[in-house]
């Protein structure tokens, strides 16, 4: 079993930044899509991102691309979310997952049912 820890959500002003952690424990599991959704109230879960650990190539959401960075750190077991200029519009709880399933696959790797496993999720909140 996999499991992941965000951390590093909190409340933020409107151009702000904030970084989000993903830490995975368990089972070692080897060349994952690490993903990024979010869920505001009342809306369903959308991907932000993802990052394939064997080659840290990225996808983004366009809502997010050229102010989120989806990065890695081998050594922790940890993928990053930094986010900048960050817009009311981007609260909302925020997962990491992670799935073993479908490397080749990444840049189709957006719909939450693709991804394995999930972490409780961190809630982020920018005030205007």
């Known amino acids: 079993q996999v499991q992941l820890v965000e951390s590093g959500g909190g409340l933020v002003q409107a151009g702000g930044s904030l970084r989000l952690s993903c830490a995975a424990s368990?089972?070692?599991?080897?060349?994952?899509?690490m993903g990024w959704f979010r869920q505001a109230p009342e809306k369903e879960r959308e991907f932000v991102g993802n990052?394939?650990?064997?080659?840290?190539?990225?996808y983004y959401a366009d809502s997010v691309k050229g102010r989120f960075t989806i990065s890695l750190d081998n050594a922790k077991n940890t993928v990053y979310l930094q986010m900048n200029n960050l817009k009311p519009e981007d609260t909302a709880v925020y997962y990491c997952?992670?799935?073993?399933?479908?490397?080749?696959?990444?840049?189709?790797?957006?719909?939450?049912?693709?991804?394995?496993?999930w972490g409780q999720g961190t809630q982020v909140t920018v005030s205007s």
């Open positions: 990052i394939k650990w064997s080659a840290g190539t990225t």
């Open positions: 997952a992670a799935d073993t399933r479908w490397e080749t696959l990444q840049p189709f790797l957006f719909r939450q049912s693709q991804y394995e496993y």
């Open positions: 368990g089972r070692s599991f080897s060349n994952p899509v």
